[in-house]
Nanobody, 128 residues
Framework: QVDLVESGGGSVQTGGSLRLSCAGV????????MGWFRQAPGKEREGVASIDSNGVTTYADSVKGRFTASRGNDKNTKNTLFLQMNSLKPEDTAMYYCAASIGCYALDTWASTRSGHWGQGTQVTVSS
């Protein structure tokens, strides 16, 4: 059963921080590949970060060094996903979505195909 719910969004000023969470995978037998994506008004959905079953992370160039993706580290939380966002910029303003998939994809492929399971999103707004 997968029913992803994101939380932790909000409004901050430039340079601020937010921590997003994503939960809702009740399957404890499998370790899903999980990812964060975002979509700003009038723009295509883009990949932000992903983390595979071994904990290997991939980031979009625009967030490297500022965002950190992580996942829970025990059987019950391994499919819980986090995104620590520091040094936020106005261009980070978007709806942020969590996704989970048994197979992993490149961020741009995953964003365009929207494979796997997706949450409803949480809004992040960064003001200058």
């Amino acid at each position: 059963q997968v029913d992803l719910v994101e939380s932790g969004g909000g409004s901050v000023q430039t340079g601020g921080s937010l921590r997003l969470s994503c939960a809702g995978v009740t399957d404890t037998a499998a370790t899903y590949c999980m990812g964060w994506f975002r979509q700003a008004p009038g723009k295509e959905r883009e990949g932000v970060a992903s983390i595979d079953s071994n904990g290997v992370t991939t980031y979009a160039d625009s967030v490297k060094g500022r965002f950190t993706a992580s996942r829970g580290n025990d059987k019950n939380t391994k499919n819980t996903l986090f995104l620590q966002m520091n040094s936020l910029k106005p261009e980070d303003t978007a709806m942020y979505y969590c996704a989970a998939s048994i197979g992993c994809y490149a961020l741009d492929t995953w964003a365009s195909t929207r494979s796997g399971h997706w949450g409803q999103g949480t809004q992040v707004t960064v003001s200058s």
